[in-house]
Protein backbone atom coordinates (compact mmCIF):
# COMPACT_ATOMS: atom_id res chain seq x y z
CA UNK A 1 0.00 0.00 0.00
CA UNK A 2 2.68 2.49 0.90
CA UNK A 3 4.55 1.29 -2.24
CA UNK A 4 2.04 3.32 -4.37
CA UNK A 5 1.66 6.87 -2.34
CA UNK A 6 5.13 8.23 -3.55
CA UNK A 7 5.49 7.69 -6.74
CA UNK A 8 3.84 10.50 -7.96
CA UNK A 9 6.32 13.09 -6.12
CA UNK A 10 8.83 11.74 -7.88
CA UNK A 11 7.08 12.09 -11.22
CA UNK A 12 6.52 15.81 -10.09
CA UNK A 13 10.05 16.15 -9.46
CA UNK A 14 10.84 14.60 -12.93
CA UNK A 15 9.07 16.59 -14.72
CA UNK A 16 10.42 19.61 -12.82
CA UNK A 17 7.26 20.93 -10.78
CA UNK A 18 9.64 20.35 -7.66
CA UNK A 19 13.54 20.29 -7.96
CA UNK A 20 14.63 16.76 -8.30
CA UNK A 21 17.59 17.33 -6.55
CA UNK A 22 16.63 17.35 -3.00
CA UNK A 23 19.87 17.73 -0.80
CA UNK A 24 20.10 20.78 1.03
CA UNK A 25 23.19 22.88 1.07
CA UNK A 26 24.93 21.29 4.13
CA UNK A 27 28.14 23.43 4.32
CA UNK A 28 31.59 21.56 4.86
CA UNK A 29 33.77 23.93 7.14
CA UNK A 30 37.53 23.80 6.48
CA UNK A 31 38.66 21.34 8.96
CA UNK A 32 39.28 22.73 12.61
CA UNK A 33 36.40 25.22 11.93
CA UNK A 34 32.88 25.84 12.92
CA UNK A 35 30.05 27.23 10.75
CA UNK A 36 26.88 28.10 11.75
CA UNK A 37 23.66 29.68 9.75
CA UNK A 38 20.64 28.68 8.47
CA UNK A 39 19.72 26.46 5.28
CA UNK A 40 16.59 27.70 3.15
CA UNK A 41 14.32 25.03 2.89
CA UNK A 42 11.18 26.24 0.94
CA UNK A 43 10.03 29.71 0.24
CA UNK A 44 6.82 31.17 2.11
CA UNK A 45 3.79 31.77 0.68
CA UNK A 46 3.80 35.52 2.78
CA UNK A 47 7.37 36.26 1.90
CA UNK A 48 10.53 35.37 2.80
CA UNK A 49 11.66 31.68 3.12
CA UNK A 50 11.55 29.11 5.51
CA UNK A 51 14.98 27.95 7.04
CA UNK A 52 16.29 25.22 9.28
CA UNK A 53 19.37 26.13 11.19
CA UNK A 54 22.45 24.27 11.80
CA UNK A 55 25.81 24.01 13.39
CA UNK A 56 28.85 21.72 11.22
CA UNK A 57 31.70 21.47 13.16
CA UNK A 58 34.68 19.86 10.88
CA UNK A 59 37.46 18.28 12.99
CA UNK A 60 40.80 18.65 12.51
CA UNK A 61 41.26 15.29 10.88
CA UNK A 62 39.20 12.93 9.31
CA UNK A 63 36.86 10.77 10.81
CA UNK A 64 32.97 9.73 10.66
CA UNK A 65 30.37 12.09 10.09
CA UNK A 66 27.87 12.48 12.74
CA UNK A 67 23.83 13.76 12.20
CA UNK A 68 22.00 15.35 15.48
CA UNK A 69 18.78 17.01 14.93
CA UNK A 70 16.49 18.29 17.41
CA UNK A 71 12.80 19.77 17.22
CA UNK A 72 11.30 17.51 14.67
CA UNK A 73 8.25 17.52 16.83
CA UNK A 74 8.25 21.56 17.78
CA UNK A 75 7.19 21.14 21.11
CA UNK A 76 10.10 18.60 22.20
CA UNK A 77 12.39 21.55 23.31
CA UNK A 78 15.21 19.86 24.93
CA UNK A 79 16.68 18.10 22.12
CA UNK A 80 16.99 21.47 20.25
CA UNK A 81 19.20 22.51 23.57
CA UNK A 82 21.55 19.35 22.85
CA UNK A 83 21.53 20.05 19.29
CA UNK A 84 22.68 23.48 20.10
CA UNK A 85 25.01 22.97 22.97
CA UNK A 86 26.93 19.88 21.46
CA UNK A 87 29.29 22.05 19.48
CA UNK A 88 31.56 24.14 20.75
CA UNK A 89 35.16 25.54 20.55
CA UNK A 90 37.00 23.59 22.83
CA UNK A 91 35.23 20.41 21.07
CA UNK A 92 37.21 20.97 17.76
CA UNK A 93 40.71 20.48 19.37
CA UNK A 94 40.28 16.81 19.24
CA UNK A 95 37.80 16.25 17.27
CA UNK A 96 38.17 13.92 14.15
CA UNK A 97 35.33 13.87 11.40
CA UNK A 98 32.36 16.37 11.44
CA UNK A 99 29.03 16.80 13.33
CA UNK A 100 26.12 18.20 11.64
CA UNK A 101 23.60 19.48 14.01
CA UNK A 102 20.09 20.98 13.16
CA UNK A 103 18.61 21.89 16.37
CA UNK A 104 15.25 22.81 15.18
CA UNK A 105 13.83 20.41 11.90
CA UNK A 106 10.37 21.94 12.31
CA UNK A 107 10.69 25.29 12.40
CA UNK A 108 6.77 25.76 11.78
CA UNK A 109 6.55 23.65 15.52
CA UNK A 110 8.83 25.33 17.57
CA UNK A 111 7.02 28.98 16.83
CA UNK A 112 3.63 27.75 18.39
CA UNK A 113 5.07 25.21 20.52
CA UNK A 114 3.33 22.66 19.10
CA UNK A 115 4.31 19.21 18.19
CA UNK A 116 3.10 19.15 14.56
CA UNK A 117 3.92 21.56 11.45
CA UNK A 118 0.95 23.95 10.33
CA UNK A 119 1.63 23.50 6.71
CA UNK A 120 -0.91 20.56 6.26
CA UNK A 121 -1.28 20.08 10.39
CA UNK A 122 1.14 17.02 9.43
CA UNK A 123 3.60 14.66 11.93
CA UNK A 124 6.44 15.50 10.42
CA UNK A 125 8.53 12.56 12.17
CA UNK A 126 5.97 10.27 9.80
CA UNK A 127 7.12 11.88 6.62
CA UNK A 128 10.34 10.80 5.96
CA UNK A 129 10.89 8.54 2.69
CA UNK A 130 9.51 5.16 2.80
CA UNK A 131 11.43 2.45 1.17
CA UNK A 132 9.17 3.23 -2.37
CA UNK A 133 10.56 6.52 -2.62
CA UNK A 134 14.19 5.09 -2.19
CA UNK A 135 13.48 2.44 -4.81
CA UNK A 136 12.12 5.29 -6.97
CA UNK A 137 15.24 7.41 -6.87
CA UNK A 138 17.39 4.50 -7.68
CA UNK A 139 15.65 3.36 -10.85
CA UNK A 140 13.08 6.60 -11.47
CA UNK A 141 11.71 4.26 -14.32
CA UNK A 142 10.07 1.71 -12.25
CA UNK A 143 8.11 4.91 -10.63
CA UNK A 144 4.58 4.44 -11.16
CA UNK A 145 1.40 7.39 -10.80
CA UNK A 146 -0.13 7.44 -7.52
CA UNK A 147 -2.80 9.32 -5.85
CA UNK A 148 -1.63 12.41 -4.61
CA UNK A 149 1.83 14.47 -4.28
CA UNK A 150 3.66 14.61 -1.54
CA UNK A 151 2.38 17.93 0.64
CA UNK A 152 4.76 20.98 1.92
CA UNK A 153 6.03 18.91 5.39
CA UNK A 154 6.99 15.87 2.94
CA UNK A 155 8.62 17.31 0.45
CA UNK A 156 11.00 18.97 3.45
CA UNK A 157 11.50 15.57 5.49
CA UNK A 158 12.64 14.65 1.63
CA UNK A 159 15.42 17.42 1.71
CA UNK A 160 16.57 16.38 4.81
CA UNK A 161 16.75 12.48 4.31
CA UNK A 162 18.25 13.06 0.86
CA UNK A 163 20.73 15.72 2.87
CA UNK A 164 22.09 12.43 5.50
CA UNK A 165 21.23 9.67 3.44
CA UNK A 166 24.34 10.27 1.56
CA UNK A 167 26.07 12.17 4.09
CA UNK A 168 25.51 10.65 7.71
CA UNK A 169 27.33 7.44 9.46
CA UNK A 170 25.32 7.74 12.35
CA UNK A 171 22.50 9.66 13.42
CA UNK A 172 21.00 11.16 16.72
CA UNK A 173 17.29 12.13 16.90
CA UNK A 174 16.71 14.48 19.67
CA UNK A 175 13.10 13.92 21.06
CA UNK A 176 10.99 14.25 24.51
CA UNK A 177 8.11 12.18 25.54
CA UNK A 178 5.60 13.24 27.40
CA UNK A 179 4.78 14.72 31.15
CA UNK A 180 7.37 13.55 33.44
CA UNK A 181 8.40 10.66 31.41
CA UNK A 182 12.04 8.53 32.15
CA UNK A 183 14.27 8.81 29.52
CA UNK A 184 15.38 6.36 27.78
CA UNK A 185 16.01 5.34 23.82
CA UNK A 186 14.99 3.49 21.27
CA UNK A 187 16.11 1.05 19.34
CA UNK A 188 14.41 0.39 16.20
CA UNK A 189 13.98 -3.35 14.54
CA UNK A 190 15.92 -3.40 11.31
CA UNK A 191 13.99 -4.77 8.60
CA UNK A 192 14.80 -6.98 5.81
CA UNK A 193 13.21 -8.37 2.70
CA UNK A 194 10.92 -6.28 0.12
CA UNK A 195 14.35 -5.32 -1.78
CA UNK A 196 16.00 -3.49 1.57
CA UNK A 197 18.53 -5.44 2.25
CA UNK A 198 19.24 -9.58 2.89
CA UNK A 199 19.07 -10.89 6.45
CA UNK A 200 22.61 -11.11 6.81
CA UNK A 201 22.84 -7.60 6.23
CA UNK A 202 20.22 -6.89 8.37
CA UNK A 203 21.88 -8.42 11.13
CA UNK A 204 25.39 -6.86 10.47
CA UNK A 205 23.23 -3.52 10.95
CA UNK A 206 21.39 -4.71 14.13
CA UNK A 207 25.17 -5.22 15.57
CA UNK A 208 25.77 -1.44 14.90
CA UNK A 209 22.87 -0.40 16.15
CA UNK A 210 22.89 -2.13 19.68
CA UNK A 211 26.82 -0.57 20.22
CA UNK A 212 25.14 2.42 19.34
CA UNK A 213 21.91 2.19 21.76
CA UNK A 214 24.35 0.85 24.48
CA UNK A 215 27.06 3.93 24.56
CA UNK A 216 23.93 6.56 24.88
CA UNK A 217 24.03 5.66 28.46
CA UNK A 218 20.16 6.16 28.61
CA UNK A 219 17.90 2.67 29.05
CA UNK A 220 17.46 1.52 25.48
CA UNK A 221 13.97 0.38 24.68
CA UNK A 222 12.51 -2.04 21.77
CA UNK A 223 10.33 -0.15 19.46
CA UNK A 224 7.57 -1.80 18.36
CA UNK A 225 7.29 -5.27 16.64
CA UNK A 226 7.29 -5.02 13.05
CA UNK A 227 3.29 -5.01 12.39
CA UNK A 228 2.77 -2.45 14.57
CA UNK A 229 5.76 -0.25 14.00
CA UNK A 230 4.64 -0.22 9.79
CA UNK A 231 0.75 0.81 10.89
CA UNK A 232 2.20 3.40 13.01
CA UNK A 233 4.64 4.92 10.21
CA UNK A 234 7.74 4.54 11.99
CA UNK A 235 9.53 3.13 9.44
CA UNK A 236 8.91 7.30 8.14
CA UNK A 237 10.24 8.66 11.32
CA UNK A 238 13.64 10.75 11.21
CA UNK A 239 15.33 7.58 12.62
CA UNK A 240 13.27 4.78 11.39
CA UNK A 241 14.01 6.26 7.74
CA UNK A 242 17.71 6.64 8.62
CA UNK A 243 17.91 3.29 9.41
CA UNK A 244 15.52 1.25 7.33
CA UNK A 245 15.91 3.37 4.19
CA UNK A 246 19.39 4.87 4.23
CA UNK A 247 20.94 1.89 6.31
CA UNK A 248 22.43 4.26 8.82
CA UNK A 249 22.82 3.42 12.96
CA UNK A 250 20.44 5.25 13.80
CA UNK A 251 18.61 6.01 17.41
CA UNK A 252 15.63 8.19 18.80
CA UNK A 253 16.87 9.95 22.19
CA UNK A 254 13.40 10.92 24.16
CA UNK A 255 14.59 13.28 26.90
CA UNK A 256 12.17 13.38 29.70
CA UNK A 257 9.15 16.17 29.01
CA UNK A 258 7.72 18.30 26.83
CA UNK A 259 7.67 22.47 26.49
CA UNK A 260 10.75 23.41 29.08
CA UNK A 261 14.38 22.97 28.43
CA UNK A 262 14.97 20.16 31.33
CA UNK A 263 18.42 20.62 33.00
CA UNK A 264 18.97 17.53 33.71
CA UNK A 265 18.19 15.02 30.34
CA UNK A 266 19.39 17.98 28.56
CA UNK A 267 23.15 17.13 30.16
CA UNK A 268 22.26 13.92 29.59
CA UNK A 269 21.67 14.43 26.20
CA UNK A 270 25.27 16.02 25.50
CA UNK A 271 26.76 13.38 27.27
CA UNK A 272 25.41 11.01 25.56
CA UNK A 273 26.12 12.26 22.23
CA UNK A 274 29.86 12.60 22.95
CA UNK A 275 29.63 8.98 24.37
CA UNK A 276 28.74 8.18 20.95
CA UNK A 277 31.55 10.16 19.38
CA UNK A 278 33.35 8.21 21.89
CA UNK A 279 32.36 4.94 20.01
CA UNK A 280 33.17 5.92 17.09
CA UNK A 281 36.18 7.61 17.39
CA UNK A 282 35.60 11.12 16.85
CA UNK A 283 36.47 12.08 20.63
CA UNK A 284 39.17 10.24 23.02
CA UNK A 285 37.54 11.40 26.38
CA UNK A 286 34.10 12.43 26.00
CA UNK A 287 34.31 13.95 29.98
CA UNK A 288 36.79 16.14 29.00
CA UNK A 289 35.36 17.68 26.19
CA UNK A 290 31.72 18.74 28.23
CA UNK A 291 30.82 21.95 28.37
CA UNK A 292 31.83 23.50 31.30
CA UNK A 293 28.72 25.48 31.73
CA UNK A 294 26.75 22.50 32.22
CA UNK A 295 28.29 21.20 35.22
CA UNK A 296 29.86 18.04 35.71
CA UNK A 297 30.04 14.92 33.28
CA UNK A 298 26.77 12.79 34.34
CA UNK A 299 26.98 9.05 34.93
CA UNK A 300 24.81 7.27 32.74
CA UNK A 301 21.20 6.35 33.81
CA UNK A 302 20.42 3.21 34.86
CA UNK A 303 17.26 1.68 33.19
CA UNK A 304 14.85 0.79 36.29
CA UNK A 305 15.18 -3.01 35.78
CA UNK A 306 17.25 -5.66 33.82
CA UNK A 307 16.37 -7.99 30.92
CA UNK A 308 15.22 -6.74 27.36
CA UNK A 309 12.41 -4.61 26.83
CA UNK A 310 10.08 -2.66 23.72
CA UNK A 311 7.84 0.09 23.73
CA UNK A 312 4.40 -0.70 24.55
CA UNK A 313 1.00 1.83 24.73
CA UNK A 314 -1.33 0.39 27.22
CA UNK A 315 -2.91 -0.99 29.30
CA UNK A 316 -6.35 0.18 28.27
CA UNK A 317 -9.36 2.14 30.07
CA UNK A 318 -12.18 -0.85 30.00
CA UNK A 319 -15.30 1.39 32.05
CA UNK A 320 -14.71 4.98 31.25
CA UNK A 321 -14.18 7.57 33.72
CA UNK A 322 -11.71 10.02 35.74
CA UNK A 323 -8.80 8.49 35.90
CA UNK A 324 -6.18 8.29 39.04
CA UNK A 325 -2.46 6.68 38.43
CA UNK A 326 -0.96 4.88 40.86
CA UNK A 327 2.47 4.58 39.14
CA UNK A 328 5.14 6.85 37.92
CA UNK A 329 7.90 7.36 35.59
CA UNK A 330 10.53 4.85 36.33
CA UNK A 331 8.09 2.43 38.47
CA UNK A 332 8.72 -1.01 37.86
CA UNK A 333 5.48 -3.25 37.39
CA UNK A 334 4.54 -6.47 37.59
CA UNK A 335 1.93 -8.32 35.41
CA UNK A 336 -1.42 -7.89 36.87
CA UNK A 337 -0.31 -4.26 38.85
CA UNK A 338 -2.82 -1.60 39.31
CA UNK A 339 -1.69 1.28 37.03
CA UNK A 340 -4.52 3.62 37.52
CA UNK A 341 -7.94 3.33 39.54
CA UNK A 342 -10.85 4.90 37.35
CA UNK A 343 -13.58 6.88 39.25
CA UNK A 344 -16.64 8.47 38.40
CA UNK A 345 -17.00 12.41 38.29
CA UNK A 346 -18.11 12.12 41.76
CA UNK A 347 -15.50 10.52 43.11
CA UNK A 348 -16.79 6.96 43.46
CA UNK A 349 -14.95 4.22 42.49
CA UNK A 350 -15.90 2.44 38.93
CA UNK A 351 -12.64 -0.13 37.99
CA UNK A 352 -9.01 -0.63 37.88
CA UNK A 353 -6.36 -0.90 35.10
CA UNK A 354 -4.25 -3.63 35.81
CA UNK A 355 -0.64 -3.78 33.99
CA UNK A 356 -1.44 -7.14 31.01
CA UNK A 357 3.03 -7.06 30.87
CA UNK A 358 5.46 -7.25 33.39
CA UNK A 359 8.09 -4.23 32.57
CA UNK A 360 8.60 -0.18 34.00
CA UNK A 361 6.30 2.77 33.65
CA UNK A 362 8.21 4.75 30.96
CA UNK A 363 5.11 7.64 31.48
CA UNK A 364 1.33 8.19 32.39
CA UNK A 365 -0.29 9.07 29.45
CA UNK A 366 -1.52 13.05 30.31
CA UNK A 367 -4.99 13.92 31.10
CA UNK A 368 -7.38 12.21 33.21
CA UNK A 369 -10.00 11.83 30.69
CA UNK A 370 -10.60 7.95 30.30
CA UNK A 371 -12.75 6.47 27.42
CA UNK A 372 -13.15 3.57 25.97
CA UNK A 373 -9.51 1.89 25.21
CA UNK A 374 -8.13 5.22 26.44
CA UNK A 375 -4.23 3.78 27.39
CA UNK A 376 -3.25 4.98 30.78
CA UNK A 377 0.57 4.88 30.22
CA UNK A 378 3.63 4.12 28.09
CA UNK A 379 5.43 1.22 29.27
CA UNK A 380 9.05 -0.58 28.76
CA UNK A 381 7.00 -4.87 28.79
CA UNK A 382 9.31 -7.78 27.98
CA UNK A 383 10.44 -8.55 24.72
CA UNK A 384 11.94 -11.35 23.06
CA UNK A 385 14.70 -9.15 22.02
CA UNK A 386 14.69 -9.79 18.18
CA UNK A 387 16.80 -7.22 16.54
CA UNK A 388 15.52 -7.53 13.24
CA UNK A 389 12.02 -8.15 11.69
CA UNK A 390 10.41 -8.15 8.07
CA UNK A 391 7.86 -6.21 7.50
CA UNK A 392 4.13 -6.96 6.43
CA UNK A 393 3.22 -7.64 3.01
CA UNK A 394 1.44 -5.20 1.32
CA UNK A 395 -2.00 -5.31 0.99
ZN1 LIG B 1 8.93 13.32 19.43
Known amino acids: MFVRQYKVGVILFMTGAVCRDMSLAVPEPEPGTIERGCLDVTTLPTGGTEVVPYIVANGATDGPTLWITGTIHGNEVTGMAVCQDVIHDELLEGLAGRIVSLPIVNPAGVRRNARRSYYGGDDPNRKF ?94 EYPPEEYIDQSLQRSTSGSALNQAGIPALTVELGQHNVVETQWHRQGVAGTYRVMELFGMVEDPGAVFPE ?103
Open 293 to 395: ELGPFPEPLDPPREGSFRRYVGPHVEVPGLLRHQVTAGDVVEEGDVIARVVSPEGTERSTVRSDHAGWVIQRTPGVAGYENTAVASLAVEDDGDRIGTPPEEE
Open 129 to 222: PDVAYVEAEADPEEAVDGPRPPGQQEILCRRIFDSFADDADVLLDMHTASTGAYPFVIQDRVLYGRGLRDEEEARSLADDLDDLANAFGLPVVF
